[in-house]
C-alpha cells in the first residue's frame, strides 16, 4: 500500500505536461500552415475548430475547456473577425480560461489599424498569460482560398478598394513567426506587424495574379454599397457583408499603407514577395478551372 502511494506521489511530481500545441482555426489559411509546421517540427498538435477533436466552437464556451486540456501553447486565431460584436469579449474569456489552465504561451492573430484588434490585445495580455501579438496585414491567400478565389476565377475582381495600396502579406510568413513564438523564448511580449515587402493597389496584386495565370484578369472599382448590395443579393449574410463594408469602407483608408519589420524582427529574413506567392499558387492549379471555387474552404 505505502509503496503505491509513494509511486501515484512520484508519478505527480515527475509528471510533465505534454508539449501539444492548440490551434485554433486549424484548418483555416494560416492555422492549416500552423499544424503542418508543428507536425514537420515532431510536436504534437490539436486542431481547435467545429470540425476538430475535441470541438472548438467560439460560439460555444463549453468546447473551449477540453480544448485547452493539458497543453502547452496556444495559436488564437479567431473567426470571423476580432472586429465582430463579442468578440474581445470572447477572446479574453478565452485567455482568461486558458491561464487556469495552465497554459503559458498564447499567440495571438489580429489586423493592423482596428481599434477592435487592439482592445483583443489588451484582454489576453490582461490574462497575464506569456503573450505575442502578430498584428496582420490583409492575406495575400484571400486570392486564392478565401473570398477572391471565385472573382479570380470568373476573370474579374471588383471591389470598393479603390487605389489604397496595401502590404499583402503571405499566410506561409504568418505561420513561421507563429511557430518560432509557440516553440522558441524570446517572442513573448512582442508585437509583430507582419507585411509583406511591398506595397500594392488590389490592382496591381491582380495584374499580378494575372501575369503568373497566363489569363486575362481584370480589376474593377465599385462604389462600398453597390459592393455591399450586390453582396446581399448574392445571399452573402448580413454580418459578413458588415464585415466586408467595415473591412474596404473603413479600415483600407490608407492607414495601413506602408510595410513593417515584424517578419525581418522575429525570423531574422524578409518576406516572401506577392509575386513569388502568385507564381506559387498559380503552380499548385487553384486558379485554373472554376470548379475550384471553395474546395479549400
Ligand atoms: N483574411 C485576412 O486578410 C486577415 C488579415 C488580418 C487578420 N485576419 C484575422 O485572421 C483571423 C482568421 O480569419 P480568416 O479569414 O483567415 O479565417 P480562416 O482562418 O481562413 O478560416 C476559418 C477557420 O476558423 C474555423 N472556424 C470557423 N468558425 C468557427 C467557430 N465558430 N469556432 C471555431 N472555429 C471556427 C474554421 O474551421 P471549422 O470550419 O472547422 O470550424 C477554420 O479553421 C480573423 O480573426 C481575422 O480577423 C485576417
Not at 480560461?97 to 499567440?107: D, E, F, H, N, W
Not at 497575464?128 to 473570398?147: C, H, K, M, P
Not at 512582442?190 to 495574379?209: K, N, S
Not at 522575429?266 to 514577395?273: H, K, T
Amino acid at each position: 500500500m505505502a509503496s503505491l502511494i509513494i509511486r501515484g506521489l512520484t508519478d505527480r511530481m515527475t509528471h510533465t505536461k505534454t508539449q501539444t500545441t492548440l490551434v485554433l482555426g486549424g484548418t483555416g489559411k494560416t492555422g492549416r500552415r500552423v499544424a503542418q509546421r508543428l507536425t514537420a517540427l515532431g510536436r504534437p498538435v490539436r486542431v481547435g475548430s467545429r470540425s476538430g477533436r475535441p470541438r472548438f466552437d467560439w460560439q460555444d464556451q463549453a468546447t473551449w475547456g477540453p480544448a485547452v486540456d493539458d497543453v502547452a501553447a496556444v495559436y488564437v486565431s479567431y473567426y470571423p473577425d476580432l472586429a465582430i460584436p463579442g468578440a474581445v469579449e470572447a477572446v479574453g474569456s478565452f485567455a482568461a480560461l486558458a491561464v487556469r489552465s495552465q497554459v503559458p504561451r498564447l499567440v495571438l492573430l489580429t489586423g493592423r489599424g482596428e481599434p477592435e484588434a487592439e482592445r483583443a490585445e489588451q484582454a489576453v495580455r490582461d490574462s497575464g498569460a506569456e503573450v505575442t501579438i502578430l498584428r496582420s496585414a490583409w492575406f495575400a491567400q484571400n486570392f486564392s482560398e478565401d473570398y477572391l478565389l471565385g472573382p479570380v476565377l470568373a476573370g474579374e475582381v471588383a471591389l470598393p478598394a479603390g487605389d489604397t495600396p496595401e502590404p499583402f502579406v503571405d499566410a506561409d510568413d504568418i505561420a513561421s513567426v507563429a511557430v518560432a513564438a509557440l516553440t522558441q523564448d524570446g517572442h513573448a511580449g512582442q508585437v509583430y506587424e507582419l507585411t509583406g515587402a511591398r506595397l500594392l493597389t488590389f490592382a496591381e496584386a491582380v495584374g499580378e495574379i494575372a501575369t503568373a495565370t497566363g489569363r486575362h484578369i481584370g480589376y474593377r472599382p465599385v462604389p462600398l454599397d453597390e459592393y455591399a448590395a450586390a453582396a446581399a443579393s448574392q445571399g452573402v449574410p448580413a454580418g459578413v457583408v458588415e464585415l466586408l463594408t467595415y473591412l474596404f469602407g473603413k479600415v483600407l483608408d490608407g492607414r495601413n499603407a506602408r510595410v513593417a519589420d515584424g517578419v525581418r524582427r522575429a525570423l531574422g529574413r524578409e518576406p516572401r514577395d506577392f509575386a513569388r506567392y502568385a507564381r506559387d499558387a498559380a503552380a499548385s492549379g487553384v486558379w485554373d478551372s472554376p470548379a475550384a471555387i471553395g474546395a479549400d474552404r
